[in-house]
């Protein structure tokens, strides 16, 4: 039996997004997701990047056991491009993408993940979601600190604990699956789960045999869900050619923003050049103006010549005759004032309103930060203008940086700002993740003060001896400490 695939793949940028930073591509051997961040471009930039880096594994079948190795090769690739993008262009410094992927030999597959993109698999009428998502919600639902379905209104639920960035080294999730004839496989990025219940989804791959069919039906249902992010799917259906009669795909695919980039090849990001067409230049002076020597209205005749009649409809008025330099730059004075004192009031006006705005905007931003080595809400943007600090300690806990679980820290550093409910939900989080391992702490501070000493004890042997020997009694197990929490916690509350 030889298994092959049969795909579909399909990218929309959605309702709410000006550009689609999503890129995808889908060949005999390879199936890939990239979901990128970073705003102005800069998520497709990264997106495109590690699409181009992976697409080359699609050129030839290699056999099952160097998929794995295979793959992350190619994220090492991806994570130096991304790494040489970021050092050539500081415009896209914040970029980075999620990525999923599946490499196939036959009937087996190599799973590559990081971010919050998802792969699911549809057997036997059944969906299952066979990656894990890298998000600070998830992490909280494994910790069993918030329910499945408190994930979709958390106010961190877009946080993401790992990516291909081109700064950290991150490293992603690898695994292998053996798929079956009949399988069929959903890979997308995070705008489809976000508009989509999973029942809705798995009805969608259940109704629709062709996979360009089902592709369609999914983007549908998400665009009808509000779409408020890029939606991109892959639909492959593993069959069995002979068995079918069915032919698998084979052309490669490459949609969204990699779908621009010429031959797979992206470029380290520049702003494109203007041509001018349709644009205008400012400060740029007309040719008939740069042809005067004097200004409009304000033009002497040579001496002994009278002044040359005006004409058009815009043709200044009549101005005396002006014998005396020092009067006619005096009168040049005169006109310019109410000029330059409009300019003047209208750039203090502008200013005015752009200071307001911007206090306005930075009173309105929280975020969570460390004040003298505690947990602390700040009001404004973590960031320096002209070396003042744009923030301030909004709200300051009693809560030792020292003494929160590690993934706490990681949310910290992360932390965007936000409004103030966001922020208070993320200390509140954190308070109780640092009570749990300090509760944790003292359970076995208790039960060490709690362990009973050893005793010498008389006991009587076979031979009739008296002897001494010293025995511990029997004492409950040692209370757990959760993994994450510091092996020293400092004192607070």
Known sequence: MTLALRYAVRSDVGLLREGNEDSAYAGPHLLAVADGMGGYEAGEVASAAVISSVAPLDRRAMPESELIDALAAAVSTAKQTLRRIVDSDPAVGSMGTTLTAMLWAGGSAAICHIGDSRAYLVRAGDLYQITHDHTFVQALIDQG???????????????????LDGRSDADPDLSMLTAQAGDRYLICSDGLPVAVSDEQILQALSATPEPS????????????????????????????????????????????????????????????????????????????????????????????????????????????DVDDDDE????????????????????????????????QYLNSQYYVGTSGGRVAIFRGLDQRLFGISLSSVYRKTEIPMAGIPSQDVQAIRADSPGNLAQASTLVTNIRKSYQACQAAHAAVRRWEAGKPTPVRVRVKEASGKIVYKTVTPRYRPKPPVPADCPPQPSSGT
């Open 213 to 320: 069919d089902a592709v369609l039906a999914l983007i549908d249902l998400a665009i009808r869900g509000g779409a408020p992010d890029n939606v991109t799917c892959i639909v492959a259906d593993v069959i069995d050619p002979e068995v079918t009669g069915v032919p698998p795909t084979k052309a490669p695919v490459v949609v969204g923003a990699a779908a621009s980039a010429e031959n797979h090849d992206t470029k380290p990001f520049t702003r494109p050049a203007m041509d001018g067409a349709g644009i205008t230049a400012l400060g740029t002076v007309p040719a008939t103006a740069r042809a005067r020597d004097t200004l409009p209205g304000l033009a002497r005749p040579q001496q002994g010549q009278a002044p040359a009649a005006s004409s058009g409809r815009h043709a200044a008025a009549a101005v005396p």
């Open 328 to 359: 006619a730059e005096a009168l040049v004075r005169r006109r310019r004032w109410p000029v330059m004192t409009s300019i003047l009031a209208l750039f203090v006006l502008l200013l005015g309103g752009a200071v307001l705005f911007g206090h």
């Open 145 to 163: 600190r918030i329910r499945p379905d408190e994930a979709s209104t958390h106010p961190q639920r877009s946080l993401l604990l790992r990516a």
